[in-house]
């Protein structure tokens, strides 16, 4: 597997030092609760081991998007109580993130304790990289330790500029996210067959340009496949096309050749919504006034038969409307071929990531991101920011 090039917190003596780590806690809240920890529990490994080694740990992280101001629903209190539950250890929450009160808090810290800052965005400058304000939060700390793979590809003040202040390394799970993706574009194992779905294509042609470069075959659904079956003349009803991409589109079609594997039946429905009636048709056949919502089952066998033989799949986006239980079938029978594959499987975050879970799979997948928008443009082969400030080996 290709060395991982950057120091991390096992390459700095953390001892009796305050340490400032950057984790990704945007994680869905309901009724002040957290609803889904899975990324809480991604961090726990880096903040263990600091913990165990004897350092003051200051976590900060933003949620959500408040667009610089104080909104008490996107406080990271409720975090804070999930990740002292989860991880054994007691977490202090400030109310603020920088500030007078915050230095005193992180200069009284003992060692071995869990300091959580409040939500970074609620100041404008940190969504800006304000230098002064990625000062502020460097004042808190000695080492910088950048975890938060999924805010990586954003140049803000704490996961960017914070590392101009700071000796700045990876913790654990940048490692092993960068670690695992990196297996798509340096150490290739082939047949490498990567799944693109998802419903827009403008949104992933970089990505579809990259991974044709590196993968023998690309599968690709959900409604991006729309715009790909649209440029070849095909009738797709009241699909979901970007008559904006058709031309972009068909341009990558003439260039992939054989490398791109469209769908050749869908489940399309005459309304959107879960209870609408469906049919399985033929690509070429969809009717005026029907749309595909799901690719449908020869579609899911052929894309099975590629997935067989591969040993290594790279899956970003659903087959289709999988939030609908009527029109999750594909890309529920996707995730089990991936599941039953010999090969090394790596999901991109988000949505895959969600269809993952909703199937019940996770363990039998090698390494799901916690990134979406980080994990497409790392498999862009464009460089995050959030990674490029951390010092080399």
Known sequence: MAAFKKKTIRDVDVRGRRILVRVDFN???????????????????TIQYLVREGAAVILCSHLG??????????SLRPVAERLSRLSGIPVTFVEDCIGPEIKEAA??????????LENTRFHPEETKNDPNFAAELASLAE?????????????????????????????????????????????????????????????????????????????????????????QGLNMGESLVEEDAIEVASEILKQAGDNLVLPIDATIADAFSDDAHQQIVPITAVPDGWRILDIGPETVEKFSGFLKEARLVVWNGPMGVFEFDSFAKGTHAIAQAIADSDAVSIIGGGDSAAAISKTGLVDQIDHISTGGGASLEFLEGKELPGVAVLEDK
């Open 27 to 45: 994680v869905p809240l309901k009724n002040g609760k957290v609803e889904d920890d899975t990324r809480i529990q991604a961090a726990l490994p």
């Open 143 to 231: 080492i910088y330790v950048n975890d938060a793979f999924g805010a990586a590809h954003r140049a803000h003040a704490s996961s960017e500029g914070v590392a101009h202040y700071l000796p700045a390394v990876a913790g654990f799970l940048m490692e092993k996210e960068l670690t695992f993706l990196g297996r798509a574009l340096s150490d290739l194992e082939h047949p490498f067959v990567a799944i693109l779905g998802g419903a827009k294509v403008s949104d992933k042609i970089g990505v579809v340009k990259s991974l044709l470069d590196r993968a023998d075959t690309l599968l690709m659904g959900g409604g991006m496949a729309n715009t790909f079956l649209a440029a």
């Open 107 to 116: 200069r009284k810290m003992g060692f071995s304790e869990v300091l959580l």
């Open 65 to 74: 998007r408040p667009k610089g101001q104080r909104l008490p629903e996107l």
